[in-house]
């Protein structure tokens, strides 16, 4: 089955209904994700008659930085300001005039770099400001449908469903996993997606980094990002990172919180209970877009089954992809883990709303197994009365039971866009 291709160049975001909602009781809302994710877009379908400027545009940008308070001062009262990262010193401007009239919806702002780690925008703007994540699409926006799939896992809402037997489709994953989620990329052929993938990661480091940051050598960005596809999905080994680039520890760090900054990474942290002393406590590192990691890695679709285990560690981030952007769109958003003991039992995702725990493997096969789901009924035994289910990825099409009295069940990857 090919990917649909949209009728139009928009693709409704499932995060537009929170960003209303914010406008109508905030002074201001900020819009982070990615650059070239669709925040500008989605800023001016939330309010088509909002004044717009950009700071990618030098003319503002000159006098945006020349001189904030005015620049500021001359713009309408409900504006949108896009890349508010370029200039943190608008900020106390910004504070000043909604000091002065905090009308809900007055600021629209996006930024490219995580402004709640910019401590001269957060601070100055703090009880003021609502921040909502927008991510590179995921497959449920492509494809329109309402991408409810982690409401209805967390509601307890997914039952065993067989279906009858019949012919095997061909994997539609290694096309999904290489091209991504951003819209310039999944619009075009895989040779064009792969150049402009490139060019985004080269423009991302020599560019935006230097918003955020002095770099003296962008070239070590770009050495640190190469290397790490190859760990994509692995526990976080700084001292392994710092001997193969040849920095030290610190140098390390200060990079890595660049690119977590600039969304091209994330690190999941490590679940842990106060009824286990034996588990690892080290972050997990993924690459937020799988299509970036993909090319990184020079990974095509064509190379699915003799590059398995690397298109299991994609999939892995694809799949934690998928659910932290659906999760963003809730009124009350999970967090998400993931769970290892020194006895190399793992679960490659653990979800936390409260005091409840469930927990999600992923499997890059086509059939499952009940041994698939023994970290998960460790897990369940360390969250005691906590865990409340759990749920093996694979790529078949039934709905399975593999262990009813943990509610662990089997579902295909594409339930993540078809329910």
Sequence with gaps: MSRPIPETNYLPRHLRGAVETALSDTPVVCLLGPRQCGKSTLSRHCEPGRHYVSLDDAAYLELALADPQGFIHELPERVAIDEVQRVPELSL????????????????????????????????????????YLHPLTESEVRRSPGKFLEEFLCGNLKPKIKESGTPRPSELPRLLVAGGYPESI???????????????????ERD????????????????????????????????????????????????????????????????????????????????????????GDLEASQWNEERPRFGHLLESYILQQLIAMADCMPRPPRFYHYRDRDQTEVDIVIEAGRKIWGVEIKAAASVKREDSKGLCKLAEVAGDCFQGGIVFYEGESILPLNSERSILAIPVSKLWEL
């Excluded at 809900?104 to 402004?115: D, M, Q, V, Y």
């Excluded at 792969?194 to 423009?203: N, P």
């Excluded at 999941?268 to 937020?288: G, M, Q």
Aim: charge should be positive.
């Design 93 to 132: 401007a910004i504070k000043r005039s909604v000091d002065a009239n905090r009308k809900p919806g007055r600021f629209l702002l996006t930024g490219s770099a995580n402004l709640l780690q910019l401590p001269r925008l957060s601070d100055s703007l703090a009880g003021r400001m609502e921040c909502l």
């Design 209 to 296: 980094i230097g918003d955020i940051a002095q770099i003296r050598d962008a070239g070590d960005v770009t050495r640190l990002l190469t290397f790490l596809e190859g760990r994509n999905a692995q526990l976080l080994n700084h001292s392994a990172i710092s001997q193969a680039l040849g920095h030290s520890r610190a140098t390390v760090d200060r990079y890595l919180c660049l690119l977590e900054r600039l969304f091209l990474i994330r690190f999941l942290p490590a679940w842990h209970s106060n009824r286990s002393k034996r588990l690892v406590k080290t972050p997990k590192l993924h690459f937020v877009d799988s299509g970036l990691a993909a090319t990184l």
């Design 187 to 205: 619009q075009r052929d895989p040779q064009r997606a792969d150049r402009w993938r490139r060019s985004y990661i080269k423009s991302v480091v």
